[in-house]
């Protein structure tokens, strides 16, 4: 799986948007992104995932560059609620041997 | 109804104990996994069960035994435990084995003294 890089920690304003950044320069072409987050104390929660089309949900939106080599994590309007580790993770889908990889991820907090 | 549920939330527990943790999921899942989250918070796979069948295990210690009976419960026992054990486990599952949309319970908390 490709090796992904992320800032360890990162400040958003209550309302703001928060824009997470991933650095994935060895991704393949059959290898997802992913984004997870983790709030103190609770189990991971999955946000998002896309190849190569920019993807948005009801908690997020993912901006992958035409390259593939980067991406961004977009949560539009930050709440206190959403201060947790940001997980940003590539995987073959489909691959025989399944293993979602954890790296170290980047601490959010938002504040007031 | 919580999703993914794991028993005891807190364990603590002398060196040399026996101990289970017990998981169960009400989606419906097929894979279900055990991951350890050590105190610099990394967070990495054990075990991964798919239809009650082992598909990973991650160079996990022969003490630790997970234990499937039905695809809704996958539980992990711990025999002769050691201070290095403790940490937080989590329970997860996914739709089908390579799903990469799991679903974590809210973790078990082992301390061993």
Redesign the interface.
């Given at each position: 799986d490709a090796k992904t890089t992320q800032p360890p920690s990162m400040d958003c304003a209550e309302g703001r948007a928060a824009n997470l950044p991933c650095n994935h320069s060895t991704i393949s072409g059959n290898e997802y992104v992913y984004w997870y987050r983790q709030i103190h104390s609770q189990g991971p929660q999955y946000i998002i995932h896309g190849l190569k089309n920019n993807e948005t949900n009801e908690m997020a939106s993912l901006i992958i560059t035409e390259d593939r080599k980067s991406s961004t994590l977009i949560l539009p309007h930050a709440t206190l609620r959403d201060t947790a580790v940001y997980y940003c993770i590539v995987r073959v889908v489909g691959a025989g041997s399944y293993q979602l990889t954890f790296g170290k991820g980047t601490k959010l907090s938002v504040i007031p | 109804d919580t999703a993914?549920s794991q028993t005891p939330k807190y364990l603590v527990t002398q060196m040399g104990n026996d101990k289970s943790i017990k998981c169960e999921q009400n989606l419906g899942h097929d894979?279900m996994y055990w991951y350890k989250q050590d105190s610099k918070?990394?967070?990495?796979?054990m075990f991964?069960y798919n239809n009650k069948e082992l598909?990973?295990n991650?160079t996990v210690p022969n003490r630790f035994s997970p234990k499937s009976p039905d695809k809704a419960h996958l539980n992990l026992h711990i025999n002769s435990l050691e201070l290095g054990d403790s940490a937080v486990y989590?329970c997860?599952s996914s739709q089908a084995?390579?799903n990469?949309?799991?679903?974590?319970?809210?973790?078990t908390q082992l301390s061993v003294l």
């Open positions: - | 993914v894979t918070k990394f967070l990495k796979i991964s598909i990973i991650e989590f997860a084995q390579n990469e949309k799991l679903f974590f319970g809210s973790g």
